[in-house]
């Protein structure tokens, strides 16, 4: 993927992030709720679709598709949703292994020749849950190897080593779904966008949906905007929105290229789960299930996506457990199986990362999931988070030890439960919030690596360098593995 920005004067940025709903004039709590949203960060234009029971019960959208020439988003505008492609894919193969064409645990050799031999075990359901351990086809600033054509980038992955052995671990990869892509093509006898057009857009009649990128002229396009920068493989915000120019060769867009709208989605969505695209409802549940590593455990994209299924990143966890694809760090949509409940959220921000806020949306419509109610975090932290809120998050060792004082044995913060508790409040955009937690964290643990990980990131976002290198550094001392540190260490003293 190559992108490219050009600079729009952040004077115009007030013009423009004037948020209002087109289709539902009513300026009921949810479209406040994305209102504020929306102005804290800087998004110009949203699709939400929310699907209840089976039926859409609300979608909307809201502020501007074009804000160079004031062209407002309306539910008809079409948004890039990226990495969102993989759900449309995993949906893809399982329809072959259904019509009897493959089966997920095969090796992928089976179906494709002259791989290297270091490949031939690796199956279709490993590629497909991002534990191969293939070597990746985009480097770092996320550019197609070789000279960004197909010949010359699969010709230069096949030379490199694997990562890992297949299952050891999660690593996100698009070397799997190009290969996905040569499946689907040679088992269907078209392309595997023809493939997807026929045997799912069609069949829920998403008229709009396609497959395209930057160097096509598309009707009702929401553009692409950005206010982050790739700065040695990291994403950093940059304080600038800037226009963002994405580039999907055909080849790649299994792993990333389709482009549509929340109320298309929706009809997908439920033509999933009523049974219009896959026949057998064991199906649908292989799809979402989170894959296992060799050691039994599901990993994912982070400490919150902690799964990954076929094409599906996983929300792993007791309460509403979910499934919820993503993409580009500005599309997301989560489907609550448990609640009968989906929540689709489109931007045209790179930066927007919905799904940190997807939980809150979801929360108007099932109390469970609101955050006042403390929803996620365990017994002892919802405790916490209380008694923080009301002192705004200062004085957080000394609150901690006096909660422990009165609830006793039954008061336990264990590190998993503040290290999710500060990473929730990053995600969040709570920047400050979370220092304070993750702080508290290193108070409550000072011999854990990962709690001062945890704290150098969290400065690293606030802009604090200097503690963050010296916090990553007490971390790598603490244990010297952690290649994380290591990496960050680099990328913080280049920068």
């Known amino acids: 993927m190559i992108i490219k920005r050009l600079f729009i004067c952040l004077s115009t940025l007030l013009f423009y992030i004037q948020v209002n709903a087109q289709s539902d004039l009513t300026s009921d709590s949810v479209d406040v709720f994305i209102k504020n949203k929306m102005q804290q960060l800087r998004i110009p234009a949203l699709q939400l679709g929310v699907i209840q029971k089976g039926k859409l019960v609300k979608l909307s959208s809201y502020g501007m598709a074009n804000p160079e020439n004031s062209v407002l988003a309306t539910d008809e505008s079409l948004f890039s949703i990226n990495s969102c492609t993989k759900a449309f894919v995993g949906v893809a193969v399982m329809q072959l292994q259904e019509d009897g064409q493959l089966n997920i645990n095969d090796p992928v050799s089976k179906y494709l020749d002259s791989l290297p031999e270091a490949w031939n075990k690796i199956t279709i359901k490993q590629v497909l849950a991002n534990n191969s351990g293939l070597p990746n086809i985009i480097d770092e600033q996320e550019k197609i190897l070789g000279n960004g054509d197909e010949a010359s980038a699969w010709t230069k992955v096949k030379t490199l080593p694997v990562q890992f052995q297949a299952g050891e671990k999660y690593s996100y990869n698009q070397t799997g779904y190009v290969m996905l892509g040569m499946i689907i093509n040679k088992l269907s006898g078209v392309h595997f966008t023809k493939f997807i057009e026929e045997r799912q857009f069609r069949v829920v009649d998403m008229k709009l949906t396609r497959f395209g990128d930057a160097h096509d002229v598309i009707p009702h396009s929401a553009g692409a905007y950005s206010t982050v920068s790739n700065v040695k493989g990291q994403w950093v915000s940059n304080g600038n929105l800037t226009t963002a120019y994405m580039e999907f060769p055909l080849f790649f867009r299994t792993a990333s290229g389709m482009i549509s709208n929340a109320g298309e989605i929706a009809r997908w969505i439920i033509a999933l789960q009523d049974g219009q695209l896959l026949k057998q409802k064991s199906s649908l549940e292989l799809l979402w299930t989170a894959s296992l590593m060799n050691n039994g455990k599901p990993e994912g994209l982070n400490n919150f996506l902690n799964g990954y299924a076929l094409g599906w990143p996983v929300i792993v966890r007791d309460e509403h457990p979910a499934v919820a694809p993503v993409g580009g760090m500005r599309n997301s949509f989560f489907v609550y199986p448990k609640d009968e409940l989906a929540v689709i959220v489109l931007t045209n921000l790179q930066g927007a990362n919905p799904e940190y806020f997807i939980d809150e949306i979801a929360g108007y419509y099932v109390s469970g999931l609101k955050e006042s109610n403390g929803f996620g975090l365990s017994p002892a932290v919802k405790l916490l988070r209380k008694e923080l809120i009301k002192q705004q998050y200062n004085n957080a060792l000394k609150t901690a030890q006096q909660l422990k004082k009165k ?3 039954g008061f336990i913060l264990n590190e998993d439960d503040i290290n999710a508790f500060g990473y929730r409040l990053l995600g969040e955009q709570k920047k400050q919030e979370a220092v304070k937690v993750f702080k508290l964290y290193t108070e409550l643990y000072p ?45 913080l003293e280049g920068i």
Not at 472 to 486: G, M, W
């Open 407 to 409: 609830h006793g044995a």
């Open 447 to 491: 011999k854990s690596s990962n709690a001062y990980d945890s704290y150098a990131e969290a400065l690293a976002a606030t802009g604090n360098k200097t503690e963050a290198i010296k916090n990553y550094q007490r971390s790598f001392q603490l244990n010297p593995k952690n290649t994380n540190a290591a990496q960050q260490l680099k990328k």
